[in-house]
């Protein structure tokens, strides 16, 4: 276990040498897909698209009649569907439509607003030039070539990619079994009638909502009580079922933290506390075959080190590459004095200035402001170099919108 802190560098260095746990697979239908992970390579079976067609609204023509101005309207029409016209003659054109089979001597389709028909006659406005407006067959996927890798997040954009060529059951990697606890005697269920030492128990909702993936299987192991022997016992007991577990709370250094105890006494810790703010007390350890996180009690550090942190080693544990979390360099607008030797996540609006985007700052920035994710736009990173922040700096900003999907 680490004796200082860790930085994230550090951390996500350690996250992208996890193996996946993940070894079952299953065949499912497409629909059912979305969000899984390919178990398999897949490789297209058909040309796409499978046959040359128009690009366009138009009229199909001969290379040889390009420079003719006047030509012959075929009485045929092909549509999207058509089994469509074989060939066509010289000097003729042929009505045809967006999608529609391309006859087998055309390759190029003149835009219907580049032409002027009068009865059966049509006269170019604009002379197109070959292979105008005529998608070929295989151009965008060729038979036999690969498609997806093995590893591959099924997203809409893979979907559509799959179901093009004429897949409707994929082989995937069955769900990561994710279980996840809150803790501390204060939380109960939502109320506005609260006591005095009671809160109302958010982190349950906020994690709920941020395991709700389809390559996830996440199921609520309940609240964990301010008892190191109740602890231990409900973790213990659920490690043969799950391949993550996760708990929000209990990892600090108080006295009444007993998660770090249960995970050093019955498994291993690889690390505890990380040079971060919001976010010091994590830990990640694993007891048996089964992956410990340790997450702070305040929501905002809960939040954030799941975007930055949770989510990378979820994606490595089910054999997905770890995901390039995208930001934008951006001026602030604030100046302010940090500490060295941990990078901060500061919470920040963005607003259009003369032109240019800049950034301010969010006036409560306390790991327990809630508000403070709800009323800002993203999150501003300060490397832990830095100490002095002077407007008009540059950093990297995290949209909220990116960072939370």
């Given at each position: 276990?680490?004796?200082?802190?860790?930085?994230?560098?550090?951390?996500?260095?350690?996250?992208?040498?996890?193996?996946?746990?993940?070894?079952?697979?299953?065949?499912?239908?497409?629909?059912?897909?979305?969000?899984?992970?390919?178990?398999?390579?897949?490789?297209?079976?058909?040309?796409?698209?499978?046959?040359?067609?128009?690009?366009?609204?138009?009229?199909?023509?001969?290379?040889?009649?390009?420079?003719?101005?006047?030509?012959?309207?075929?009485?045929?029409?092909?549509?999207?569907?058509?089994?469509?016209?074989?060939?066509?003659?010289?000097?003729?054109?042929?009505?045809?439509?967006?999608?529609?089979?391309?006859?087998?001597?055309?390759?190029?389709?003149?835009?219907?607003?580049?032409?002027?028909?009068?009865?059966?006659?049509?006269?170019?406005?604009?002379?197109?030039?070959?292979?105008?407006?005529?998608?070929?067959?295989?151009?965008?996927?060729?038979?036999?070539?690969?498609?997806?890798?093995?590893?591959?997040?099924?997203?809409?954009?893979?979907?559509?990619?799959?179901?093009?060529?004429?897949?409707?059951?994929?082989?995937?990697?069955?769900?990561?079994?994710?279980?996840?606890?809150?803790?501390?005697?204060?939380?109960?269920?939502?109320?506005?009638?609260?006591?005095?030492?009671?809160?109302?128990?958010?982190?349950?909702?906020?994690?709920?909502?941020?395991?709700?993936?389809?390559?996830?299987?996440?199921?609520?192991?309940?609240?964990?009580?301010?008892?190191?022997?109740?602890?231990?016992?409900?973790?213990?007991?659920?490690?043969?079922?799950?391949?993550?577990?996760?708990?929000?709370?209990?990892?600090?250094?108080?006295?009444?933290?007993?998660?770090?105890?249960?995970?050093?006494?019955?498994?291993?810790?690889f690390f505890w506390q990380?040079?971060?703010?919001?976010?010091?007390?994590?830990?990640?350890g694993k007891i048996k075959?089964?992956?410990?996180?340790?997450?702070?009690?305040?929501?905002?550090?809960?939040?954030?080190?799941?975007?930055?942190?949770?989510?990378?080693?979820?994606?490595?544990?089910?054999?997905?590459?770890?995901?390039?979390?995208?930001?934008?360099?951006?001026?602030?607008?604030?100046?302010?004095?940090?500490?060295?030797?941990r990078l901060e996540w500061?919470?920040?609006?963005?607003?259009?200035?003369?032109?240019?985007?800049?950034?301010?700052?969010?006036?409560?920035?306390?790991?327990?402001?809630?508000?403070?994710?709800?009323?800002?736009?993203?999150?501003?990173?300060?490397?832990?170099?830095?100490?002095?922040?002077?407007?008009?700096?540059?950093?990297?900003?995290?949209?909220?919108?990116?960072?939370?999907?």
């Amino acid at each position: 276990m680490n004796k200082k802190p860790l930085y994230l560098k550090e951390i996500l260095a350690f996250i992208s040498k996890r193996p996946s746990t993940i070894s079952k697979t299953e065949i499912i239908n497409l629909i059912d897909a979305e969000d899984k992970i390919l178990a398999q390579n897949i490789y297209s079976k058909i040309d796409l698209p499978p046959f040359k067609n128009s690009a366009v609204d138009g009229y199909a023509l001969l290379k040889k009649d390009l420079n003719k101005r006047q030509k012959k309207i075929n009485k045929n029409r092909i549509a999207a569907g058509d089994i469509g016209t074989s060939k066509i003659l010289d000097g003729e054109v042929i009505r045809i439509f967006t999608g529609a089979k391309m006859p087998s001597n055309s390759n190029t389709v003149v835009m219907q607003e580049n032409t002027n028909v009068v009865d059966v006659k049509l006269s170019l406005l604009k002379i197109p030039l070959y292979g105008d407006n005529c998608r070929q067959k295989g151009e965008d996927i060729s038979k036999g070539s690969l498609v997806l890798k093995k590893g591959s997040k099924i997203d809409s954009r893979n979907l559509n990619l799959i179901a093009a060529i004429g897949c409707n059951k994929v082989k995937v990697y069955s769900s990561l079994k994710v279980g996840f606890f809150t803790s501390g005697n204060e939380l109960v269920k939502p109320t506005t009638k609260l006591n005095n030492s009671k809160i109302n128990n958010s982190n349950f909702y906020l994690l709920s909502s941020l395991l709700n993936k389809n390559y996830i299987d996440k199921k609520f192991l309940g609240n964990l009580p301010d008892n190191s022997v109740k602890i231990k016992t409900k973790i213990l007991s659920q490690i043969p079922k799950y391949n993550l577990i996760i708990t929000t709370g209990g990892a600090s250094v108080g006295d009444e933290d007993h998660l770090i105890d249960t995970l050093k006494n019955n498994g291993k810790i690889f690390f505890w506390q990380a040079a971060i703010k919001p976010g010091r007390p994590i830990a990640i350890g694993k007891i048996k075959n089964t992956y410990i996180v340790c997450l702070p009690g305040n929501p905002v550090s809960v939040q954030l080190l799941f975007a930055f942190v949770v989510r990378p080693l979820i994606l490595k544990l089910i054999g997905s590459p770890m995901l390039k979390i995208t930001s934008e360099k951006i001026k602030t607008d604030f100046s302010m004095v940090k500490k060295t030797k941990r990078l901060e996540w500061l919470r920040v609006s963005k607003k259009l200035i003369n032109n240019e985007y800049f950034i301010s700052k969010y006036p409560k920035q306390g790991s327990g402001i809630i508000s403070s994710i709800s009323y800002s736009d993203g999150v501003v990173e300060i490397p832990e170099n830095i100490n002095l922040i002077k407007k008009g700096d540059v950093f990297d900003f995290y949209d909220f919108d990116k960072l939370f999907i």
